[in-house]
C-alpha cells in the first residue's frame, strides 16, 4: 500500500511540475511583400494592431513594409485586412522565432501568408 501511494504522489507531482511551465516570448518578424499599391493594410496578432498603414511595394526591394514584435510561444491568430474589404484569418503556432510574409494580389483580391522559421531574403 506504501508503495502505491509513493507512486501516486510521484504521478501527482509530475503532473503539477509540468503544468507550471515557464513559457517563453519569441520575436514575430511581419514583413509586406508583393503587389501593394497605396492599399491600407491592417494586420492583427490575437487582435491587437500590430501595422495599420498605407503600404506601396519597393519594385527594387519587393517589401512594401515591416513590423516586428513578441509574443509567448503557443497559437495565435493572424488577421490581415487590406482596404477595409479583403481580409483573410489564420492561426499558427509559435515555438521559436517566425516570419510571416503577407502578399496581396489585386486582380483576385487574395491574400497570400508565408510563415518561415528563416528571415526572408530582399534585393
Not at 509574443?71 to 474589404?85: A, D, F, M, P
Amino acid at each position: 500500500m506504501k508503495k502505491s501511494a509513493l507512486y501516486l504522489l510521484l504521478l501527482a507531482f509530475t503532473v503539477f511540475s509540468s503544468c507550471e511551465k515557464e513559457l517563453k516570448d519569441y520575436n514575430l518578424a511581419i514583413d509586406l511583400q508583393s503587389s501593394f499599391d497605396q492599399d491600407n493594410v491592417q494586420v492583427f496578432i490575437d487582435g491587437y494592431p500590430e501595422y495599420d498603414q498605407k503600404a506601396t511595394t519597393n519594385q527594387l526591394l519587393g517589401l512594401a513594409g515591416s513590423t516586428t514584435t513578441t509574443r509567448t510561444e503557443g497559437y495565435h491568430q493572424l488577421k490581415v485586412v487590406i482596404n477595409n474589404s479583403t481580409s483573410k484569418t489564420s492561426v499558427f503556432p509559435l515555438n521559436a522565432n517566425l516570419y510571416i510574409g503577407i502578399n496581396y494580389n489585386v486582380q483576385s483580391k487574395e491574400i497570400t501568408v508565408l510563415y518561415s522559421n528563416h528571415p526572408f531574403g530582399y534585393d
